[in-house]
């Protein structure tokens, strides 16, 4: 069974800096991987998808590379914003159906 | 682009009622749409997969008879929750993979959510 682990649970950093989220996932046969934020009480945004044979994809300043035979992504985050605090969850594809992390709750301090 | 809505987006009922939760793909069509559920500070987990024209799939644990799937169109399924309880209350989000020629994209388009607490 496929267990996606997000490391830390929480995190806060200072205005500006760069920031890295890690995802683990224990079966490496996976389909894609995405990224998606959660404010509270919404829904989800996608912000990335990596298919499984690429290694990396970036959108602004954000960027998550793949590295599907140790089974980790890394989200990460540059000059970070206040704006960009939020829940940041990992999802992995082994077919159809995703198999959501447990999430890093981020914090911006202004 | 590959729009998703919920309605409603929040709802409060009393124990022993049934809430119907619709999920639309606004401009796109959907052969698969999924539903899944968030406890407060947990991650999302899917409930059931959600078929146009035949039965929806559900996940281990969840009660198929309690958690009623309908997918009548290609843009339209719903999920009703019949004679809910309070620990059902929680957090509901669907979401849609568009058709693309045909086909399926295997990217999941999500809606913002329905909230329903249960009295």
């Known amino acids: 069974k496929q267990e996606v682990t997000q490391i830390p649970a929480a995190l806060s950093v200072p205005e500006g800096e760069n920031l890295v989220l890690n995802c683990s996932f224990t079966?490496?046969?996976?389909?894609?991987l995405q990224w998606f934020r959660q404010d509270p009480g919404k829904g989800l945004t996608s912000l990335l998808l990596?298919?499984?044979?690429?290694r990396e994809q970036t959108s602004g300043r954000l960027n998550a590379s793949l590295d599907k035979s140790s089974g980790r992504s890394t989200l990460y985050i540059a000059a970070s914003q206040p704006g960009d605090s939020a829940t940041y969850l990992c999802?992995?594809?082994?077919?159809?159906?995703?198999?959501f992390g447990t999430g890093t709750r981020l914090t911006i301090i202004p | 682009g590959a729009v998703v809505s919920q309605h409603p987006s929040w709802v409060i009922c009393k124990s022993g009622t049934s809430v119907k939760i619709e999920c639309r793909s606004l401009?796109?069509?959907?052969?698969?749409m999924f539903w899944y559920r968030q406890f407060p500070k947990q991650s999302l987990m899917l409930m059931a997969t959600?078929?146009?024209?035949?039965?929806?799939?559900?996940e281990q644990g969840v009660e198929k008879d309690k958690f009623l799937i309908n997918h009548a169109s290609l843009t339209l399924s719903t999920l009703t929750v019949t004679s809910a309880h309070p620990e059902d209350s929680s957090f509901y989000i669907c979401?849609?993979?568009?058709?693309?020629?045909?086909?399926?994209?295997?990217?999941?388009?999500f809606g913002p959510g329905t909230r329903l607490t249960v009295l």
């Open positions: 979401s849609a993979d568009p058709l693309l020629s045909g086909r399926s994209t295997d990217t999941q388009y």
């Open positions: 990596i298919q499984s044979s690429q």
């Open positions: 959600s078929n146009e024209g035949s039965k929806a799939t559900y």
């Open positions: 401009d796109f069509q959907a052969t698969t």
């Open positions: 999802a992995v594809t082994p077919a159809e159906k995703l198999t």
């Open positions: 079966d490496s046969a996976i389909y894609n």
